[in-house]
C-alpha cells in the first residue's frame, strides 16, 4: 500500500461507499477515515468496515487531508456551514454534488475566518464507481497546486478513469454524457428487453441476451483500433438486418434525439448552477434552493 493518506467522508452515502471500496488496501487504511452522517443506520454500516464515523462536524476534521464532501446538492450549504471552522491551510476539498460551482462552494467555504476556500476541486463521477468502473470528470480552481491535483486524480481513480476538463462550464457536458449516461444506457436495454419479449422471447431470455450485447460491444469498442462508426459498419450488411434496424434508427433522427436528450441535461445542469449562485448569496434563509 502506498503511504497512507487521511481522508475525511462528509456525507456517508452510496457514491462515498463506493470510493471507499477502492481506497482501501489502496491509498487508505480503515482507520485513516472519517465519515460525517446524521444517520445512525448510515454511520454503522462504515463501522462494520472499521472506519470511524461521527454524527456532525467537530474539531476531529482539521486532522483529515481531504474532506469529500458527499451530500446532496441542496443540503451543502448547511454541511460546508457546520463544517468550514475546522479548515487547515492544507486542506484539499472535493465536491462530488451536482450543479453547484466553483463560486458556490468557495464562497461558502471562505465563510470560515481566515478564508481557505481556494483549494478546492469539483467533480461528476457517475454511478458505475458502485463497481469501480466509473468514469470522473474533474475541474480544479487555478489556485490548486499541482500536487492536490495529482492527489484529487489518485482517489477518484480508485473507482475508475478520470477526465480534467479546462474550463467548469464543461461539467455540464461532462454531467450530460457520463453523469447522466448510464441512465440512457439503462433505458435502451429496458427497450431491447421489451422489444425481445415482443419477438417471442423470455423475460429471462432477453434480458441476458440484452446485457451481453451491451457489455461485449461497449469492450470490443474500447478495445478496437477501429472507431464506433467502423464497427458499426463492420456489423451491417447491405440489404441485410442489421441495416433494416438501423434505417428504422435514422426515420426516428436516433442521433438528432440522443444529442437533443443530451442538450437538455446540460441545459439543466447549467441551470442548476445558476440557481445554486442565487442562493449562495450572503446567508438570508437556511440554505435550502
Known sequence: MKNSLTIAFIGGGNMAGAML?????????????LVVDP??????????????????ASEALSQYKVWIYAVKPQVMQQAIDAS?????????VISIAAGLTTASLSGWLDQ???ARGTRLI???PNTPALIRQGITGLYALPAVPSSDRELAQEVLSSVGQVVWVDNEAQLDAV????????????????ALIAGGINLGLSQAQAQQLALATLKGASL???DSEDSPARLRENVTSPGGTTAAALNRFAQGDFAGLVQAAMQAANDRAAQMAQESAAAGQPPQDSGKK
Open 112 to 114: 470560515a475566518e481566515p
Open 84 to 92: 468550514n471552522r475546522f479548515l487547515q491551510d492544507d486542506t484539499l
Open 122 to 124: 469539483r467533480c461528476m
Open 21 to 33: 471500496g477502492g481506497l482501501l488496501g489502496n491509498l487508505c487504511r480503515p482507520q485513516d477515515i
Open 39 to 56: 444517520s445512525q443506520a448510515t454511520r454503522s454500516a462504515w463501522e462494520d468496515k472499521g472506519v470511524a464515523t461521527a454524527a456532525a
Open 175 to 190: 454531467t450530460a454524457l457520463s453523469g447522466s449516461g448510464p441512465a440512457y444506457v439503462f433505458l435502451f436495454i429496458e
Open 220 to 222: 470490443l469498442a474500447a
